[in-house]
């Protein structure tokens, strides 16, 4: 359809022309940083490598190893089909989230098209709820890291290694992923991640030319062990193992033909991960059998999947997902680090946060301070846990991801509830289906996931009622304080209030045409204060 003229009251870019297609490449000023500089790698990721990102942040292999085996002790053999639902769920979801995709082209992602939908104080809040999810899914891992590599020199050289040095090591490392370009990061992560499918998939070889303990059997499916009351905490699990799928559109920027590409590794994504876990899950309770996987997963969770793998594959197959289980970590490590710093950079674009923490690095094209500020929260936390005393496990990993998880699920609520309000305000050649079936939906099953996680907040945290009160109560804590930044921005930089997730499209791209309704949740009016220029992206 012919493009939409002008709004006058709305932030015009700084310049015209396609966008920038390299690293040596010019951007505009944003927010009072000095045009000229280098800006992201256009053009530069594949559909592959945007999967690369987004199922290493889930850990795969550390889901599996790690928390499947506690999967199967709550929903018994049934426990598979809990990750086809979550899986499934979430491809709904995935369809909204997609088509939003080709009409706002923010590098904010889920905070712009909260925004777009439900209006920019929702998405200020939504912004600021991003960036304490993100940090927390990673800044906790630190902990993780610290001990499953503590765990694995124990296991295999008898060594006695401290977690805080491997932690902290480990920030220096992933600071580094980030700091180089983004291509190395997603090579790096494809390297991780087919060595840690690799191994699962080993397992899975050898119980299958077995048969498993008695046979193979796909009674993990029938209705009698899915429709169980523990069934609920299993889901409760599996939503857990997606985080992160979401970050495809974060990459946008750097895709290749984007419209197509964010799309595509997004169903890839969700596809994997729901059908991998639930098949992993389901060798493995053939490895031990129906009757007896129930008690080998309660006397030994934490060595459920290594008994396996010794069993039908060999113990050096063991040693080597000890490991991959290291890699994996770090893997996960480096995708949300690489999340982080492309949420920072496209606020600090807004205007909401500093401007230096959009630089980017003349010769890598990454985000390299707003790494270097993220890798430095991550340090002060990890450290401030370590001189508390805390179990890296139980209190950095788990206390701090809790809210993390948490707060990243309320913003795939709050994106699907924005995407029919968005495509009810803005022509568009859409179907029913992608702009209101799919995304309402989605709205259901995800507050069902909510509901769930929180009821069964215990067992991700194996803590007090009082602290799982408190790490519940953040996520909306943290999301009031958006609020309350949102109007101090349109009470005293109402420049960059008016121009937030405001981005118009790249000269020679479709543009929704905006409805004249009375119902947009903020209607567009002159501000007093002339806009600021807006950055090209």
């Known amino acids: 359809m012919p493009e939409t003229p002008p ?11 396609p966008p920038a297609a390299g690293p040596e490449a010019t951007r505009p000023a944003a927010d ?99 960036l304490i999810g993100y940090n927390g899914m990673e800044i906790g891992v630190y902990g993780l890291l610290g001990t499953t590599t503590a765990d694995t020199a124990h296991s295999l050289a008898g060594l006695d290694v401290p977690w805080l040095p491997v932690s902290l090591a480990g920030l220096a490392l992933v600071w580094y992923g980030g700091y180089r370009s983004i291509d190395f990061g997603a090579k790096l992560l494809g390297v991780l991640l087919v060595a ?33 009351p523990g069934t609920a905490a299993v889901l409760a699990f599996a939503f857990a193992a997606f985080t992160g799928f979401e970050s495809t559109v974060i990459y946008r920027r750097e895709a ?3 419209d197509r590409t964010v799309p595509r590794a997004t169903y890839i994504a969700v596809a994997f991960l729901g059908l991998f876990y639930a098949f992993i899950v389901w060798t ?21 999947f290594f008994t396996a793998i010794s069993t039908y594959v060999g113990p050096w197959a063991a040693d080597l997902m000890h490991l991959f289980i290291v890699t994996s970590v770090i893997a996960s490590l480096l995708a949300f680090h690489n999340a982080i710093n492309r949420y920072v950079l496209a606020l600090s674009e807004e205007g909401v946060l500093p401007a230096s923490l959009g630089r980017i690095h003349p010769r890598h094209g990454s985000p390299y301070l707003a790494g270097l500020a993220q890798s430095a929260l991550g340090a002060v936390i990890v450290l401030g846990f ?97 609020l309350l930044l949102a109007q101090r921005l349109k009470t005293h930089r109402p420049d960059v209030y008016a121009r937030f997730a405001e981005e118009p499209a790249p000269e020679g791209e479709h543009q929704p045409c905006p409805l004249p309704t009375p119902s947009s949740p903020e209607p567009a009016s002159a501000p007093s204060t002339p806009p600021a220029p807006r950055p090209a992206r």
Not at 7 to 17: E, H, K, L, S, V
Not at 284 to 304: H, K, M, R, Y
């Open 196 to 228: 840690e499918t690799g191994i699962l998939v080993l397992l899975a070889a050898g119980v299958l030319i077995e048969g498993g303990a008695h046979g193979l059997s796909a009674g993990s499916f029938a209705p009698g062990a899915v429709l169980v």
């Open 386 to 482: 370590a001189l508390a005393g805390a179990d890296p496990y139980q209190q950095l990993l788990l206390w701090v991801n809790t809210p993390g998880m948490i707060g990243l699920m309320a913003l795939m609520l709050l994106a699907a509830i924005a995407v029919p309000v968005y495509f009810r305000r803005v022509r568009h050649d859409e179907g029913p289906w992608r702009t209101l079936i799919a995304p309402v939906t989605a709205a259901v099953l995800l507050a069902v996931a909510i509901c769930l996680v929180v009821s069964n907040v215990g067992l991700f945290t194996m803590a007090s009622t009082t602290v799982n009160t408190v790490l519940v109560a953040l996520v909306p804590a943290v999301f009031l304080a958006g």
């Open 7 to 17: 709004d006058p009251t709305a932030a015009r870019p700084a310049t015209a022309g």
């Open 32 to 130: 009072g940083a000095p045009a000229g500089g280098p800006t992201l790698r256009r053009a530069t990721l594949g559909t592959a490598d945007i999967s690369f990102f987004v199922v290493s942040a889930a850990a795969p292999l550390t889901v599996m190893a790690g928390v499947a085996p506690v999967a199967i002790l709550l929903g018994g053999i049934g426990a598979p089909a809990g990750y086809l639902l979550a899986g499934l769920t979430l491809t709904v979801f995935a369809v909204g989230f997609t088509t939003m995709s080709r009409h706002v082209r923010s590098g904010g992602a889920f905070y712009a098209y909260i925004a777009r939908g439900l209006g920019k104080r929702v998405g200020i809040g939504a912004a600021l709820l991003a």
């Open 256 to 258: 290749r033909d984007p």
């Open 284 to 304: 493995v309770i053939q490895a031990f059998g129906s009757e007896e996987v129930l008690t080998v997963a309660a006397q030994d969770p934490a060595g459920l």
